[in-house]
């Protein structure tokens, strides 16, 4: 039983990594009109800089987390003006010109982390940033919980109720979900759309920045792969839930973690992305329009 | 053609306007006027530029030629959400209220640009439509059809608008509530909001406007005052059956 909480626990940190990626999806395909698939490809970018600004100021956590989380706010609203160019354009959700687009960027980013970063070599960060040489955090018997995962728990509630709030208790948030459910009569009701979309990409991007930090103390490593394999999975976990479902998202994102956690502690950790992708695939053979439903 | 002279201080014009969507011309040098404390209605067939019209006035679409004039100033370039700002709000044909959101969610929208003194505008839109101030809280895809118009004219009036558009508020609704809905525009403009409606009802639009004009293809092939398009042959034979 106690292998089970703990492990039940352990899902739930790396969940709240999946919940906070799809969440900066969906608010991206919802707000900005655009499927950014490769979104959690730049959290990865991030982690990278973080990770680059560590090395440069014998491992400055102050310094090395700012950085991180500037550089993912930074690349989304550098790149938002590309995203837009088409938006305004199109009007609509225009899937296949984003996700183009998309696809670029995480490919350039990919290539250039293989290259140029560390001969390509998974990176590692520093033990004072991951705890990892303090064992465990949190410890009651069996259960045991480092300091990556209690953050990631801990932060990941925090910002997703931050961001409900956000979403339904502020002016913005207002905005944010009129556009969501119907960009023509947000224009129509005098709401700015492109300045509006604007401020989810920051809101987004700190969001990923964020979450580079978290993966960063929960991992404690990071590879040019990382970021395509966490970009199927938020795509796989966004579709499955609802395309543009916060709410299924945040479900969905919770029970892939405790899935593949508990793959992990009962049977091989080597298989668990396997395992999650066939539970995923029974999932939308039976549930096509997502298990929640999707909310365009 | 009866002289269309309004008596009174212009509030909205529109010269030679031309736009077009793609091929098609949607409106092909179209002149309007709104006068200040008017009630103006356009009379046309489904396609014929109606909504066009309004939309371009509020900067939806892309103007080829021609100016718009709110209030002395030009508006023809600005984007939609500064003519909102400068004053001008649209009740949206289909009503256009977000239906997953609640009545005071939707009613705020409206103030956006402006939640200032906000709290006492809903209170005076809830003591005009008491129905809304009972399902504040409802999302508003669980109200009526005429719940709704009345949300979306409630929501433009949380503007604090100059000019109201309405663009065909009595599509889809109940003989009844049309009336109803009439009888809230009159009132409105005799609290001095000048309004520009858009309708197919011809009898009952007329019966409340003040002038009006007719659309057809993109053009105004008439205008006039309310009583003059009434007693018009043509109109009559085309839009009321006698």
């Known amino acids: 039983m106690e292998i089970f909480i703990a492990q039940v626990i352990n899902g739930l940190s790396l969940g709240s990594i999946y919940v906070l990626l799809v969440t900066g999806f969906n608010l991206l395909l919802l707000v900005a009109m655009i499927i950014h698939f490769s979104f959690p490809v730049v959290v990865v970018f991030s982690m990278y800089i973080a990770w680059i600004v560590l090395g440069l100021t014998g491992n400055n956590i102050f310094l090395g987390v700012t950085a991180g989380i500037l550089s993912a706010i930074l690349f989304n609203i550098i790149t938002a003006p590309m995203f837009q160019h088409i938006m305004k354009k199109r009007g609509e959700v225009d899937i296949n010109s984003t996700m183009v687009l998309s696809m670029g960027l995480g490919m350039i980013i990919t290539d250039f982390l293989s290259h140029s970063i560390n001969s390509g070599f998974p990176i590692a960060f520093p033990d004072n940033l991951t705890g990892r040489a303090e064992g465990a955090f949190l410890k009651f018997g069996l259960i045991s919980m480092s300091r990556g995962a209690f953050l990631a728990l801990t932060v990941g509630v925090v910002f997703v109720s931050g961001l409900f709030w956000l979403l339904y208790k502020t002016k913005q948030g207002r905005a944010f979900r009129a556009i969501a459910e119907d960009p023509n009569g947000a224009k129509l009701v005098g709401l700015p759309i492109l300045k509006t979309g604007l401020q989810s990409y920051a809101l987004t991007g700190f969001l990923g920045g964020s979450t580079a930090i978290l993966m960063a103390i929960l991992l404690g490593s990071a590879s040019p792969g990382l970021g395509d394999q966490l970009g199927h999975k938020v795509l796989a976990v966004s579709i499955i839930a609802g395309l543009g479902n916060l709410k299924g998202g945040l479900i969905v994102g919770l029970a892939l973690g405790i899935l593949e956690a508990l793959v992990q502690g009962y049977w091989t950790g080597t298989w668990s992305n396997a395992i999650a992708f066939v539970i995923m695939l029974i999932a939308i053979l039976v549930k096509p329009k997502g298990i929640f439903g999707m909310k365009l | ?242």
């Not at chain 2, 077009?20 to 396609?47: D, F, P, Q, R, T």
């Not at chain 2, 956006?112 to 409802?138: A, C, T």
């Not at chain 2, 009898?203 to 057809?216: N, S």
Request: hydrophobic share 40%; glycine share 10%.
């Open chain 2, 1 to 242: 053609m009866a002289q269309n002279k309004p008596a009174g201080t212009t509030i909205l014009e529109v010269k030679e306007l031309s736009v077009s969507y793609g091929h098609v011309n949607a409106l092909k040098s179209v002149n309007i006027e709104v006068c200040k404390g008017e009630i103006v209605v356009l009379i046309g067939a489904n396609g014929a530029g109606k909504t066009s019209l309004m939309e371009t006035i509020l900067g939806v679409n892309e103007v080829d030629s021609g100016a718009i004039i709110f209030e002395g100033k030009e508006i023809t370039k600005k984007s939609a959400d500064k003519i909102v700002r400068s004053g001008i709000f649209l009740v949206p044909e289909g009503r256009g209220v977000f239906s997953s959101m609640t009545v005071t969610d939707n009613l705020l929208l409206g103030a956006h640009h402006n939640l200032k003194g906000s709290k006492e505008k809903m209170d005076y839109v809830f003591s005009s439509f008491p129905i809304l101030g009972e399902r504040k809280g409802q999302v508003a895809g669980t109200l009526s059809g005429g719940e709704r118009q009345m949300l979306a004219i409630a929501r433009a009036l949380m503007s604090s608008p100059k000019m109201i558009l309405v663009d065909e508020p009595s599509i889809g609704l109940a003989p009844k509530i049309v009336n109803d809905i009439f009888d809230i525009l009159i009132k409105l403009n005799k609290e001095g909001y000048s309004i520009l409606l858009s309708e197919q009802n011809v009898y009952k639009a007329l019966k409340c406007a003040h002038r009006g004009y007719v659309m057809e293809t993109g053009k105004i092939l008439l205008s006039g005052s309310s009583e003059e398009l009434l007693n018009n042959s043509e109109i009559r034979k085309a839009y009321l059956g006698a």
